[in-house]
């Protein structure tokens, strides 16, 4: 039987770099790893092996910590192991983003019950650095240019999922929310995108108001 777990890790394990990116910046592509091909697996397969549908919550694109280590977005080292009980031989590590969605889950009532109702994925499933240093796939307008046909095929191929047409959720407020949104405004993905602030701005800014965002994005996912 077709799963969704089997169409996910197909997606993953099919994944071809955008073309002609400027030779400045680097393609982000832990997929092509056999270990994270490994993690992919293990994960999609235990939180995903049925046919019930999902929203989907976009992010920009991976950072080198969380996704771009481990292929599974905003899940750092740290949390595949102590939140979804997957072992792994990654090197221990956190990130910001990771910390703040997985304090969410747990108030949406954990890990089962929250990848039951979404998938977590992002504009550009690939991430991409310079010098050394995240780059959001925006930041740069030569790149933007080259990943924008990368973007649209996948975002083509993961709407052809069971996922909800009627809304989807963008993390990334403003750039990602303008750009996702033009985008929808072409290709008709989804009725509605509703727009959440990015765990970083909040864990770097607003740390101290934190459990103010957390109920801010379990109001938005209808959490009881």
């Known amino acids: 039987m077709k799963t969704f777990a089997n169409e996910i890790i197909q997606f993953y394990r099919n994944l071809n770099p955008p073309g002609k990116i400027p030779e400045t910046i680097e393609c982000l592509f832990p997929q092509k790893d ?43 080292p740290k949390q595949l192991k102590e939140h979804c009980e997957i072992a792994h031989s990654f090197k221990y590590q956190t990130e910001l983003s990771a ?3 997985y304090e ?19 504009v550009s499933p690939l991430g991409f650095v310079k010098n050394g240093k995240n780059l959001n796939y925006y930041d740069d307008k030569e790149l933007l240019f080259a990943v924008t046909p990368f973007i649209i095929d996948c975002i083509n191929k993961q709407t052809k999922w069971n996922i909800n047409r ?11 929310f303008k750009f996702l949104s033009a985008l929808n405004e072409k290709h008709k993905w989804f009725n509605e995108i509703i727009p959440l602030p990015h765990p970083r701005f909040i864990m770097q800014y607003r740390r101290k108001v934190k459990e103010k965002f957390i109920e801010q994005y379990l109001q938005a996912f209808g959490s009881d």
């Open 166 to 176: 009627e809304k989807c959720f963008c993390i990334g407020g403003e750039k990602n």
């Open 104 to 122: 969410m889950i747990i108030g949406y009532g954990g890990c089962d019950k929250f990848y039951g109702d979404f998938i977590v994925t992002a």
């Open 34 to 76: 056999e270990t994270v091909q490994n993690a992919i697996g293990l994960f999609y397969s235990k939180y995903y092996n049925d046919n019930s549908p999902r929203s989907l919550i976009f992010g920009i694109n991976p950072g080198r910590f969380g996704a771009g280590t481990t292929g599974i977005n905003f899940t750092a």
């Open 99 to 101: 910390e703040f969605i």
